[in-house]
């Protein structure tokens, strides 16, 4: 079946750094991925849609400034968080549709702590 | 973003019975549902799909129904087994720029 990847898998930061997410669709290709976050027993929030070749849209509250999205190839989107503070610790998760298939795939996911 | 809720935060359930979970959603255009099991640390994991034209769809152990009169489905595992111990999500989807928004989590646990 269509696999996500997702690289780090853990990332430890100081506060003030920024911090790199990789979204890779392994054997497909995606015009658009999404970024999700999802703190601590909690559901997982749409935090912005990449579009490969464009802009991206941010859903309302998501600082694009703070959360820099670049959808560069048609697999693959990064997210960075920029000068990052313990606030934006949390699960990063990517998804990329397979139109062919009709659903939807998720990566595995990204954990950040920021100290 | 849309509003999707679930009626039951938690729910623990005896080995080899059937577990039933809920999801309400509130948009009335959104026309595919997806459930999702999401275990601990990880991301989520598809487990099934229905669309609007539908009301029931069969897997694997696993039935999800959708009545779309009182926007509500409800995800049906059979023979409950300590694997399906996890998180789940009702997702809806509107069609339009295929962007998912997810319901608050159940969290199931099976009991040996």
């Known amino acids: 079946g269509a696999v996500v990847s997702q690289h780090p898998s853990w990332v430890i930061c100081k506060s003030g750094t920024s911090v790199k997410i990789e979204c890779r669709s392994l054997d497909f290709q995606a015009t658009t991925m999404f970024w999700y976050r999802q703190f601590p027993k909690q559901s997982l929030m749409l935090m912005a849609t990449s579009n490969e070749g464009s802009k991206a849209t941010y859903e309302q509250g998501v600082e694009k400034d703070k959360f820099l999205i670049n959808h560069a190839s048609l697999t693959l989107s990064t997210l960075t968080v920029t000068s990052a503070h313990p606030e934006d610790s949390s699960f990063y998760i990517c998804?990329?549709?397979?139109?062919?298939?009709?659903?939807?795939?998720f990566g595995p996911g990204t954990r950040l702590t920021v100290l | 973003g849309e509003s999707v809720g679930l009626h039951l935060p938690t729910l623990s359930v005896q080995e080899g019975d059937n577990s039933i979970i809920n999801c309400a959603y509130s948009n009335s255009a959104s026309d595919y549902f997806i459930w999702y099991k999401q275990e601990s640390g990880k991301g989520p994991q598809f487990i099934i799909d229905?669309?609007?034209?539908?009301d029931k769809r069969q897997g694997q152990r696993v039935t999800v129904l959708l009545n779309k009169t009182v926007k509500h489905l409800s995800l049906q595992i059979a023979a409950t087994q300590p694997g399906d111990s996890a998180v789940y999500f009702c997702a809806e989807n509107t069609g339009t720029g295929n962007q998912f928004y997810f319901g608050t989590g159940t969290s199931l646990t099976v009991i040996p």
């Open positions: 229905i669309r609007s034209n539908m």
């Open positions: 998804s990329a549709p397979q139109i062919q298939q009709g659903t939807q795939y």
